[in-house]
C-alpha cells in the first residue's frame, strides 16, 4: 500500500496557536470553517460520562435487569444488562462528539471544555 505524501494545495492550513474566542464566535466561525478543532477523547469520556451521570443512570439499570434475571423473567434481565453496558459504552465511545455539540449548544460547557484543555480551537488558515 503506497501513500501520496505530495502536498495538496487544496487543504489550507492550521496554526499551532490555541485560540481564545468567544462562544458566538465559536458558534459563526465552526460552520463556516474558520476553526479547527482539538479534542482530548479521554478528558472528553471522563467529562460526559460525569456530565451526562451515567453510572448513576446505569447502575440501576443493570440492576434492575439483574433482579429480574433472578426473579424468573431472564430474558427481560439480560436485555436490561445488555443494554445497559451497550449503552455505556456507545456514549463513551462517542464523548468526543457529545462534547462538541454541547459546547455548540451551551455557552457554560464550552467555556468548561476549554479551561480545563478538552477542547483547543485553531484558526484555519487558505
Not at 451526562?52 to 427481560?76: C, E, Q, R, T
Request: charged share 20%; hydrophobic share 45%.
Amino acid at each position: 500500500m503506497t501513500t501520496d505524501t505530495r502536498p495538496n494545495e487544496a487543504t489550507p492550513e492550521i496554526t499551532h496557536e490555541t485560540l481564545s474566542v468567544t462562544h458566538a464566535e465559536f458558534c459563526r466561525g465552526l460552520p463556516a470553517g474558520e476553526f479547527s478543532l482539538i479534542v482530548d477523547p479521554v478528558k472528553a469520556r471522563k467529562y460526559i460520562r460525569q456530565r451526562l451521570f451515567l453510572l448513576p443512570l446505569m447502575l440501576p439499570v443493570v440492576g434492575i435487569g439483574a433482579a429480574l434475571a433472578i426473579s424468573g423473567h431472564p430474558w427481560i434481565g439480560l436485555a436490561l444488562i445488555l443494554g445497559g453496558g451497550f449503552v455505556h459504552r456507545i456514549v463513551t465511545h462517542q464523548a468526543p462528539k457529545i462534547l462538541l455539540h454541547l459546547a455548540i449548544k451551551d455557552q457554560r460547557t464550552y467555556f468548561e471544555a476549554i479551561e480545563y484543555e478538552m477542547l483547543e480551537v485553531r484558526l484555519r488558515q487558505s
